[in-house]
């Protein structure tokens, strides 16, 4: 009986393992496509518009950082 429950919780943790590892191959599919043969990998369309975003928001945090550092000693 004993056996039985931890075969069971065996199947189960693999199982979500395996869930979680798909889970993430999809989601890095919709902003990376893989390289296939000898070529390189590229962005998808998505992933192209989050690298964008990810640095205009830089630009503007560090634009704002930069403001209220001059006001603070102004």
Same mark, same amino acid.
């Given at each position: 009986?004993?056996? /039985?429950?931890?075969?069971?919780?065996?199947? /189960?943790? %693999?199982?979500?393992?395996?869930?979680?590892?798909?889970?993430?191959?999809?989601?890095? %599919?919709?902003?990376?496509?893989?390289?296939?043969?000898?070529?390189?990998?590229?962005?998808?369309?998505?992933?192209?518009?989050?690298?964008?975003?990810? /640095?205009?928001?830089?630009?503007?945090?560090?634009?704002?950082?930069?403001?209220?550092?001059?006001?603070?000693?102004?």
């Amino acid at each position: 009986m004993l056996e /039985a429950i931890f075969s069971n919780l065996t199947t /189960a943790g %693999a199982s979500f393992v395996t869930f979680l590892s798909s889970l993430i191959q999809n989601v890095i %599919a919709i902003f990376y496509t893989a390289p296939s043969g000898s070529g390189s990998g590229s962005l998808t369309e998505v992933g192209t518009l989050v690298v964008v975003g990810v /640095a205009t928001s830089f630009v503007f945090f560090v634009i704002r950082w930069l403001t209220k550092l001059t006001k603070l000693r102004g």
